[in-house]
């Protein structure tokens, strides 16, 4: 080998030996920590370790990941971009991000069991590969709540074709069939279920009778009143009304036909009460008149109450009347006598009731009471109502007492206890008279309600006056009703006997 190749080689491994002296005389040195342990550290996508890390690397432009991975679908990472300058130093300490995978999220939701986690799941991952087991574990989680008939109901609206929904359905059957206890309860069955497997049932039977054997049909409105239809009474072929209007009006119960007015008020006639051949009419113009309607003409004129006559009943060969000046009146039938005057109550007196021995009496101070007919004591006062008593009827050992306060209540007339308050929902009751098993009440919206008297559950609701229903009255087979309206309607009760009957306590 000559001389020049000699030099040619030494002067090419000194220029290497330079290279590599500048080289690593150029690289940056890098120092790489974080907040999490045993992160693995990817340089220019190249893992060089993990955290922590010390390398030496170029100057220029680096892409930094530095990345976590964790047993329950989680990851901690870091990605960046630098620069570096030659020969520089450089710590680069950050704290990871936790990211969160669909693993993550599916795990989460098993664990815990939930269903909001599940429906969680399905929100972020609609298309995600655990979605039919989610769908699955969530309306289990419905299922598992329909012990109760809320929780059925809300699984039968999410899922009418539902795993369960065969299932669901008995249940809800099964639900209604419990409260089948009450007539109410029967009814609902009834008309959800007409084919249900309890449909046979006896009482259930019972129930289907009543509501398909019984039905009010509105016959005939008597429309000849010029007021408002205050009152109305019923005997055996007549009945008889009593209106804003002055008069009293005598209508025939068969055919509905008007057949006779009487005239002897001056003002509103508020009230009547019938015995034998004689009536009674109770005035706004504070008087009372009794009526011969042997010979249609007024027998006598009873003065006395020194305001408004409200109400008139008639027990015991006596007329009892209460008035608006809070007095009662006691006064003989067969002639009119005035016997006694008791000063009754703190408000004015809505309604009279005579029931044997005794006087009820309802009053705007909220009160009923009770009297003695004979000695005129007071034997009890009976509380409970909220507004104006309106009304008050005896039935049996029971008093009935409708008010403004949207209650009627059902007293013990010998103990004076509270057998049963019903809420109508219907603003004010102004009338309630029982006949039979059967509760009529008539109301401020314009409705008449029948209720089954001794449970108290509502039967039926009847419509067919434009205002206020003020009294009822029943009689062979027919209903009557008295509206503010100025009309009577007269309501056809077809098989009303068996309907009493069939009101059974079970």
Same mark, same amino acid.
């Given at each position: 080998m000559s001389t020049v190749a000699i030099v040619i080689i030494l002067v090419g491994m000194v220029a290497i030996v330079l290279e590599f002296v500048f080289y690593f005389k150029q690289r940056a040195n890098l120092r790489i920590l974080?907040?999490?342990?045993? !992160?693995? /550290?990817?340089?220019?996508?190249?893992?060089?370790?993990?955290?922590?890390?010390?390398?030496?690397?170029?100057?220029?432009?680096?892409?930094?990941?530095?990345?976590?991975?964790?047993?329950?679908?989680?990851?901690?990472?870091?990605?960046d971009?630098?620069?570096?300058?030659?020969?520089?130093?450089?710590?680069?300490?950050?704290?990871?991000?936790?990211?969160?995978?669909?693993?993550?999220?599916?795990?989460?939701?098993?664990?815990?069991?939930?269903?909001?986690?599940?429906?969680s799941y399905l929100d972020m991952f609609p298309e995600?590969?655990? /979605?039919?087991?989610?769908?699955?574990?969530?309306?289990d989680k419905y299922f598992a709540t329909c012990g109760e008939k809320p929780g059925c109901i809300e699984y039968l609206k999410r899922y009418p074709a539902g795993r369960y929904a065969k299932e669901i359905k008995k249940r809800l059957e099964d639900f209604l069939y419990a409260q089948c206890d009450t007539i109410t309860g029967c009814k609902e069955y009834v008309n959800k279920y007409p084919n249900g497997i309890y449909i046979n049932d006896p009482k259930i039977r019972r129930v289907r009778k009543l509501i398909t054997s019984v039905e009010y049909t509105p016959i005939k409105t008597l429309e000849t009143h010029n007021g408002p239809v205050n009152c109305i009474a019923v005997g055996t072929t007549r009945m008889y009304s009593g209106s804003d209007d002055k008069s009293v009006m005598i209508w025939d119960i068969g055919t509905g036909s008007h057949v006779y007015t009487f005239l002897g008020h001056s003002?509103?006639?508020?009230?009547? !009460?019938?015995?034998?051949?004689?009536?009674?009419?109770?005035?706004?113009?504070?008087?009372l008149v009794i009526w011969d309607l042997d010979e249609? @003409?007024?027998?006598?004129?009873l003065r006395g109450h020194a305001s408004w006559v409200t109400s008139v009943a008639i027990g015991g060969g006596f007329i009892v009347s209460g008035s608006e000046d809070k007095t009662i009146k006691i006064w003989r039938l067969d002639t009119g006598d005035l016997l006694k005057t008791i000063n009754a109550h703190d408000g004015s007196i809505w309604s009279v009731a005579v029931a044997g021995d005794r006087i009820v009496t309802g009053s705007e101070d909220k009160t009923i009471k009770v009297w003695n007919l004979k000695t005129c004591e007071l034997q009890m006062v009976l509380e409970g109502h909220m507004d104006n008593v309106w009304s008050v009827s005896v039935s049996g050992d029971r008093i009935i007492s409708a008010s403004w306060d949207d209650t009627v209540r059902i007293w013990d007339i010998?103990?004076?206890?509270?057998?049963?308050?019903?809420?109508?929902?219907?603003?004010?009751?102004?009338?309630a008279k029982a006949?039979?098993?059967?509760?009529? @009440?008539?109301?401020?919206?314009?409705?008449?309600? /029948?209720?089954?008297?001794?449970?108290?559950?509502?039967? @039926?609701?009847?419509?067919?006056?434009?205002?206020?229903?003020?009294?009822?009255?029943? !009689?062979?087979?027919?209903?009557?009703? !008295?509206?503010?309206?100025?009309?009577?309607?007269?309501?056809?009760?077809?098989?009303?006997?068996?309907?009493?009957?069939?009101?059974?306590?079970?």
């Open positions: 974080c907040d999490q342990l045993d !992160a693995e /550290v990817m340089l220019d996508d190249y893992v060089i370790g993990d955290v922590p890390v010390e390398t030496k690397v170029m100057p220029g432009q680096h892409k930094l990941v530095i990345r976590k991975m964790l047993n329950d679908g989680s990851f901690y990472i870091h990605e971009v630098f620069n570096l300058a030659r020969g520089s130093e450089r710590t680069i300490d950050v704290k990871l991000e936790r990211r969160y995978t669909e693993v993550f999220y599916w795990n989460k939701a098993t664990e815990s069991g939930e269903m909001s986690e599940f429906q995600g590969a655990y /979605v039919k087991e989610a769908k699955i574990a969530i309306e003002d509103g006639v508020s009230d009547l !009460a019938l015995s034998g051949r004689k009536l009674v009419s109770a005035s706004e113009d504070s008087t249609n @003409t007024i027998f006598r004129t010998k103990t004076g206890a509270l057998l049963k308050a019903i809420k109508g929902n219907c603003g004010r009751f102004y009338t006949f039979q098993h059967l509760l009529f @009440t008539g109301s401020w919206d314009k409705k008449i309600r /029948v209720w089954d008297f001794n449970s108290g559950e509502l039967l @039926t609701v009847l419509s067919g006056h434009s205002d206020s229903i003020y009294d009822i009255e029943l !009689a062979d087979h027919r209903l009557f009703s !008295a509206s503010f309206d100025k009309t009577i309607n007269i309501w056809m009760v077809e098989n009303a006997g068996t309907h009493s009957q069939t009101l059974i306590e079970y």
